[in-house]
């Protein structure tokens, strides 16, 4: 069974700063791998994907993620953080043994808080 | 291009009730997907249904179900209300192509509260 793993429930930074929030995962096969972010009261927003190809993906509103394929890691990154970054982040896999559907299997979830 | 829109947005309902919430996808979009999120056990997949047949179903029992019209919207019913099916519910659209994972574009969610 496929399976991600958000380390970290909280994770802190000041504005101006790179942030990281970590991700790794667990699949069958090649790794379909996505970054969501969730604002309150609303639903998930897209960020990026990894299919195939380059490691280093770029994704909406500055974030982009490192794919790293011999430590099963997928983190997300920001050159500089912002206050309005600060929501809820989710890593998820799609299910590779769904029948070509899209079943996605999702992390726990890291608060971000961007602090001034 | 409108996005994926649900209704209603709250909901509150009594042990024992049924209720069904409504999702409308992305216009072009054939695939719904349909998730709960908890506190407790944070975000879980119901089930997909592309081109109104159920294509995957997750972990959860017989009276949750779903469906999907020729218009690609899409339903969810839960019968029997129990107190932990007090969630957020959000539905997800894609268009759906089989063998290639496109991303998921999710709608507000619904929130039901059962009492």
């Known amino acids: 069974a496929q399976s991600v793993a958000q380390p970290e429930d909280q994770v802190n930074v000041a504005e101006g700063n790179p942030l990281t929030v970590k991700c790794t995962y667990s699949?069958?096969?090649?790794?379909?791998l996505f970054w969501y972010v969730q604002y309150p009261n609303r639903g998930l927003q897209f960020l990026l994907k990894y299919i195939t190809g380059d490691n280093l993906v770029k994704g909406s509103y500055g974030f982009e993620a490192e794919f790293n394929k011999s430590q099963t890691s997928f983190h997300l990154k920001k050159p500089s953080a912002l206050v309005s970054d600060s929501a809820l982040y989710f890593c998820?896999?799609?299910?590779?043994?769904?029948?070509?559907?899209?079943?996605?299997?999702f992390g726990t979830g890291t608060q971000l808080k961007v602090e001034l | 291009k409108a996005g994926v829109t649900q209704t209603p947005r709250y909901l509150i309902k009594t042990r024992g009730q049924q209720v069904t919430l409504s999702c409308s996808p992305i216009?072009?979009?054939?695939?719904v997907s349909w998730y709960q999120q908890t506190p407790g056990q944070g975000l879980q997949f119901l089930f997909e249904y592309f081109s109104e047949t159920q294509r995957n179903k997750g972990n959860f029992p017989g009276r949750f179900s779903g469906r999907q019209f020729s218009n690609s919207r899409s339903e969810m019913n839960v019968s029997t209300l129990e107190l932990g099916d007090s969630a957020l519910y959000l539905c997800?659209?894609?268009?759906?192509?089989?063998?290639?994972?496109?991303?998921?574009?999710f709608g507000p969610g619904t929130r039901l509260t059962v009492t």
């Open positions: 998820a896999v799609r299910d590779t043994a769904a029948g070509g559907g899209n079943k996605l299997t």
């Open positions: 216009s072009g979009h054939r695939s």
């Open positions: 699949v069958s096969g090649n790794p379909y």
């Open positions: 997800a659209s894609s268009t759906g192509a089989t063998g290639y994972s496109y991303e998921q574009y």
